[in-house]
């Protein structure tokens, strides 16, 4: 695959550590409860114009956001802030691979100063020129375990799989940050890997290694497209693909046309 | 200290997996803000009785439920299920260390069938007797990282940032687990530690050994209560306390006067 | 029935009409929103505690708080203002009938300045003695419209429908007022009315009177208990019970039995 | 003004009724709570796509819908449907004025069955053409009471200020009626009227009438624009203007200028 950019926004609550303190010592629950919802209203936000939410520490989270611009991180901004009893302060940025961009993201905001100043609040900065719906592309990778609900849920206890997940979470991190592409856990046995430029070998590699380490299977499905929604989306139908017919590899991917156009021509 | 026990509670959606297939290819947005409402629900209902959610795979939570008896579980289950489209199966269990209460809880679910079994719907299991507020009793820790704003999140990039947290978990995660104790992370640079029975020194060898290993410096605040929120309020006041006085090393240790009376007779 | 005591709550927006203009003009979507979770919010805290509320005008809600202390209101109030933009104050009285009960929760209010001054924010002002759940009881009749999808939701426009309770609701506000009760509309073709104090004649007068004026038929059940709780769900049980036989007449009454006895005793 | 259309569509809780009976005697707290949710839910996935939703009786509701094309409508249906334990049928109308509009799209959804039928579930059902953002336009009259904190919140029982605004909504209603508009309570003291091809002078009638009758002074911000969120944003903007201003009347009516173009070359 050639080139393009992902263009990927940080999502930071502004001075939560303090905040949080002055709720008392009964806190811990509120706490919980606040950031899921953060987090749902916030994904909620993104992907009705077609972003992508990772929920990372909850109080920094990353965004997938190519085809959103300033003006749509404003608006998303505003409304988290009439919603919530904190602010959040956005940096966006953009990379030919997810590593840069989330790198361009942080920086932007960084350079604003610290996260804890109390000065410092609903900052939105970005860092170089956005990505068009035309310009870049989203590449993710759906991956999981073959068969975990016998091998996991129904056979193991449950800490346990929690255990097992997170031992796969690091090891597919570790591998994948190699290749410049961003691990991140969504429930269950899925992971998404924001993978932009990752070959097909490069995935399989991966996979085996990991599988090995393990000892549980794992497969993928592949999906690129001109939103963290399309990829998605593809990345999902690849995934059914390799569940119907496991003899053909435990890897799929699918091309949204108006990408493949594209990266065909350069 | 002493004898006593835990109790925890598996929760877990059922028949999850099929159900998502169902959605069509569209659905990680819709799953992602499901998962989170739902787990801010379950938070709410638990914590009102004085309970506590880790949100685990979000499919599979596990709960602290000293004190919640069966009818309390049956009535957070119909809130549930009345309020969701999916349903949800519990198993409950006790023990003396962590480790113990949800092996024993998730056997509970476990012995009624696969968790994909159409027909397996709303149980609700127990196994052996669950602990009153007078018999058990929740120790928790409190762990989070010194400094972490400065030396984390206005420094480094933000995926690295998840990257050292991730670590952190790792490495917690299995030390912790040779002492009995269940690690969980909870936002941020904050961690929980459900840990009955554990001893001053035994989270000093295991902070230092984790700190050693990330080049952070942990710290942590115990609790010690009749149910998780009395062992959560503990455990932040005793963080707050190593906060404002360093040179009084890194841990203390807080506990409900009841529940001090009752391990002192022992 | 003799003397007794129901106690209700006044939870008032502070400052709302500023804040919300602060919004900008695009806010009404969100405004709209944002009442509809407080409320769903404010519901959820009160009636985990044996309450009930009533959306009343959105900005100023009314809830019946038998049994629920000084603290676990002030408690609510915090968690609502720890989860939304906005902070709320709570004037809590108690009466005979629930107009007086009413009356005292806004004067408590009322007294300590406007619900505009920036300065008076979260107060929780009390008139009088509150109510425990032995001394005081609630009274609640569930009133619908007999027949009503057929001939309402299946038969004429929507809006029609919509005027239809509408006139519904303000002919029993009007007779049930004069008899110191309070009506409030529950959704679709549902009625609650706090009516501690009235005998089934009075419904059954206020009833007639009401189904002539609209041509439809109403019926009632009514719950006697120690909470909202215990009173709402007595009601709908009595409103099964008229459903089920309908030559027994279209009011039923049913008492908790503790309420029973100390009304008898007197 | 001349001709246009406006779209309107009815959103109905399928089966909710028998539902709601289904859930046992202590529903209704939690009845209060779906069906809030429910709303902020709906609200916000209408006025995201540039509509509006009216809670009207909560388990019927009524929007404005221009703009909002069948797929759009399908999609809503979609994620409430997963998101909520309860499935919805839409009806889609289109009219010259509101009272039409409305009948149309009832008229859409009652001939597919009844709202009962356990196998009417999830309709979708359109009666004649939809309304572009072209050919359509949206009308609507932000209505509120002169003084309303001095007059009503800070001066009388909060119950009598319910019925105040009851009555305000019942004489509203009857009036705007006869001039096919349509009118909803917004919370506080807030009304808004949905009012294609209403005249200045109309509502200078309707207003006075009303403030004759509660003896309370009436003000109303219209706004016209292609969609519902356009027409609302202006609505505001002239009540802004007629507060800032009030030698200048009590009435203000702003019109988007694409809309005003058309209007002028009929």
């Given at each position: 695959l050639g080139k393009g950019c992902i263009q990927m926004t940080l999502i930071q609550i502004d001075n939560y550590g303090p905040w949080t303190l002055s709720l008392g010592s009964g806190r811990e629950p509120e706490l919980?409860?606040?950031?899921?919802?953060?987090?749902?209203?916030?994904?909620?936000?993104?992907s009705s114009k077609g972003g992508f939410v990772f929920y990372g520490r909850f109080d920094n989270m990353l965004a997938i956001t190519n085809g959103?611009?300033?003006?749509?991180?404003?608006?998303?901004?505003?409304?988290?802030?009439?919603?919530?009893p904190v602010t959040i302060s956005l940096g966006i940025g953009v990379g030919e691979y997810p590593t840069e961009a989330q790198e361009n993201a942080?920086?932007?905001?960084?350079?604003?100063?610290?996260?804890?100043?109390?000065?410092?609040?609903?900052?939105?900065?970005?860092?170089?020129?956005?990505a068009t719906v035309d310009d870049g592309f989203v590449q993710i990778a759906h991956v999981d375990v073959n068969d975990s609900t016998a091998k996991i849920t129904d056979n193991i206890p449950v800490y346990d799989a929690f255990m097992t997940m997170l031992k796969v979470h690091e090891i597919l991190t570790r591998e994948f940050r190699e290749k410049k592409a961003l691990v991140f856990f969504a429930g269950g046995d899925?992971?998404?890997?924001?993978?932009?430029?990752?070959?097909?070998?490069?995935?399989?590699?991966?996979?085996?290694?990991?599988?090995?380490?393990?000892?549980l299977e794992l497969k993928a499905g592949v999906g690129?497209?001109?939103?963290?929604?399309?990829?998605?989306?593809?990345?999902?139908?690849?995934?059914?693909?390799?569940r119907a017919s496991k003899e053909n590899g435990f890897i799929q991917i699918l091309t949204a046309p108006p990408v493949e156009n594209k990266l065909w021509r350069r």
């Open positions: 919980q409860i606040l950031q899921s919802e953060l987090y749902a209203d916030i994904q909620r936000l993104f959103i611009n300033v003006d749509d991180h404003k608006e998303i901004q505003e409304r988290v802030c009439q919603r919530f942080t920086r932007a905001l960084q350079t604003q100063g610290s996260s804890q100043l109390e000065e410092r609040r609903k900052v939105l900065a970005v860092k170089g020129q956005l899925n992971f998404l890997v924001v993978s932009n430029g990752l070959r097909e070998a490069e995935y399989e590699e991966v996979l085996e290694t990991a599988s090995r380490q393990v000892d690129i497209g001109r939103s963290a929604i399309e990829a998605l989306e593809l990345a999902s139908q690849s995934l059914d693909r390799v």
